[in-house]
Nanobody
Framework: QLQLVESGGGLVQPGGSLRLSCAASGFALDYYSVGWFRQVPGKEREGVSCISSSGRSTNYSDSVKGRFTISRDDVKNTVYLQMNSLKSEDTAVYYC???????????????WGKGILVTVSS
Protein backbone atom coordinates (compact mmCIF):
# COMPACT_ATOMS: atom_id res chain seq x y z
CA GLN A 1 0.00 0.00 0.00
CA LEU A 2 1.41 3.37 -1.04
CA GLN A 3 1.69 5.63 1.97
CA LEU A 4 3.23 8.96 2.93
CA VAL A 5 3.69 9.82 6.59
CA GLU A 6 4.67 13.25 7.88
CA SER A 7 6.56 13.78 11.12
CA GLY A 8 8.49 16.49 12.93
CA GLY A 9 5.72 18.96 13.57
CA GLY A 10 4.89 20.58 16.88
CA LEU A 11 5.05 23.83 18.79
CA VAL A 12 7.92 26.25 18.20
CA GLN A 13 8.54 29.87 19.15
CA PRO A 14 8.72 32.61 16.52
CA GLY A 15 12.19 32.68 15.02
CA GLY A 16 12.71 29.01 15.72
CA SER A 17 13.22 26.04 13.42
CA LEU A 18 11.61 22.71 12.68
CA ARG A 19 12.38 19.96 10.20
CA LEU A 20 9.48 18.07 8.74
CA SER A 21 9.95 14.61 7.28
CA CYS A 22 7.84 12.83 4.70
CA ALA A 23 8.53 9.10 4.71
CA ALA A 24 7.23 6.91 1.91
CA SER A 25 6.35 3.26 2.18
CA GLY A 26 5.08 0.83 -0.42
CA PHE A 27 6.88 2.55 -3.29
CA ALA A 28 10.27 3.96 -4.22
CA LEU A 29 10.17 7.71 -3.82
CA ASP A 30 13.10 8.34 -6.16
CA TYR A 31 10.82 8.17 -9.20
CA TYR A 32 8.51 10.81 -7.77
CA SER A 33 8.47 14.56 -7.48
CA VAL A 34 7.36 15.57 -3.99
CA GLY A 35 5.66 18.66 -2.72
CA TRP A 36 4.84 20.23 0.62
CA PHE A 37 1.56 22.03 1.18
CA ARG A 38 -0.04 23.72 4.14
CA GLN A 39 -3.55 24.65 5.14
CA VAL A 40 -5.09 26.82 7.79
CA PRO A 41 -8.72 26.09 8.72
CA GLY A 42 -11.02 28.21 6.62
CA LYS A 43 -8.35 29.00 4.04
CA GLU A 44 -7.30 27.39 0.79
CA ARG A 45 -4.46 24.93 0.73
CA GLU A 46 -1.18 26.56 -0.24
CA GLY A 47 1.65 24.94 -2.14
CA VAL A 48 4.84 25.64 -0.19
CA SER A 49 7.65 23.84 -1.95
CA CYS A 50 8.43 21.08 -4.39
CA ILE A 51 11.43 18.98 -5.38
CA SER A 52 11.90 17.10 -8.63
CA SER A 53 12.53 13.37 -8.74
CA SER A 54 16.25 13.95 -9.30
CA GLY A 55 16.47 16.54 -6.55
CA ARG A 56 18.16 18.98 -8.92
CA SER A 57 15.15 21.27 -9.21
CA THR A 58 13.32 22.91 -6.32
CA ASN A 59 10.83 25.71 -6.00
CA TYR A 60 9.25 27.68 -3.18
CA SER A 61 6.32 29.96 -2.60
CA ASP A 62 7.18 33.60 -2.06
CA SER A 63 5.97 33.36 1.52
CA VAL A 64 8.69 30.86 2.50
CA LYS A 65 11.49 31.57 0.04
CA GLY A 66 14.79 32.09 1.84
CA ARG A 67 13.50 30.50 5.05
CA PHE A 68 12.49 26.96 4.04
CA THR A 69 14.62 24.34 2.30
CA ILE A 70 13.35 21.15 0.71
CA SER A 71 15.62 18.15 0.26
CA ARG A 72 15.42 14.43 -0.31
CA ASP A 73 17.24 11.28 0.75
CA ASP A 74 16.21 8.50 -1.59
CA VAL A 75 18.17 5.91 0.38
CA LYS A 76 15.88 6.65 3.32
CA ASN A 77 12.89 7.12 1.00
CA THR A 78 12.23 10.44 2.71
CA VAL A 79 11.79 14.10 1.76
CA TYR A 80 12.47 16.86 4.25
CA LEU A 81 11.35 20.43 4.75
CA GLN A 82 13.73 22.47 6.88
CA MET A 83 11.86 25.48 8.22
CA ASN A 84 13.88 28.33 9.72
CA SER A 85 12.96 31.79 11.00
CA LEU A 86 9.44 30.60 11.61
CA LYS A 87 6.64 33.14 11.91
CA SER A 88 3.21 32.92 13.46
CA GLU A 89 1.72 32.96 9.97
CA ASP A 90 3.49 29.67 9.24
CA THR A 91 1.11 27.97 11.64
CA ALA A 92 -0.83 25.37 9.66
CA VAL A 93 -1.31 21.69 8.98
CA TYR A 94 1.47 20.63 6.64
CA TYR A 95 1.00 17.89 4.06
CA CYS A 96 3.39 16.14 1.74
CA UNK A 97 2.32 14.75 -1.59
CA UNK A 98 3.97 12.84 -4.40
CA UNK A 99 3.49 12.37 -8.11
CA UNK A 100 5.18 9.90 -10.49
CA UNK A 101 6.60 12.75 -12.54
CA UNK A 102 10.14 13.93 -13.02
CA UNK A 103 9.34 17.62 -12.73
CA UNK A 104 7.24 19.35 -10.11
CA UNK A 105 3.68 20.39 -10.65
CA UNK A 106 1.97 21.23 -7.41
CA UNK A 107 -1.39 21.14 -9.14
CA UNK A 108 -1.09 17.45 -9.95
CA UNK A 109 -0.18 15.32 -6.97
CA UNK A 110 -1.39 11.74 -6.74
CA UNK A 111 -0.56 10.55 -3.23
CA TRP A 112 -1.03 12.49 -0.02
CA GLY A 113 -0.04 12.18 3.60
CA LYS A 114 -2.51 12.83 6.40
CA GLY A 115 -0.80 16.00 7.53
CA ILE A 116 0.94 17.25 10.63
CA LEU A 117 0.35 20.36 12.70
CA VAL A 118 2.96 23.08 13.03
CA THR A 119 2.22 25.80 15.56
CA VAL A 120 4.41 28.88 15.81
CA SER A 121 3.62 30.75 18.99
CA SER A 122 5.27 32.28 22.01
Amino acid sequence: QLQLVESGGGLVQPGGSLRLSCAASGFALDYYSVGWFRQVPGKEREGVSCISSSGRSTNYSDSVKGRFTISRDDVKNTVYLQMNSLKSEDTAVYYCAAAPRRLCNLGFMDYWGKGILVTVSS
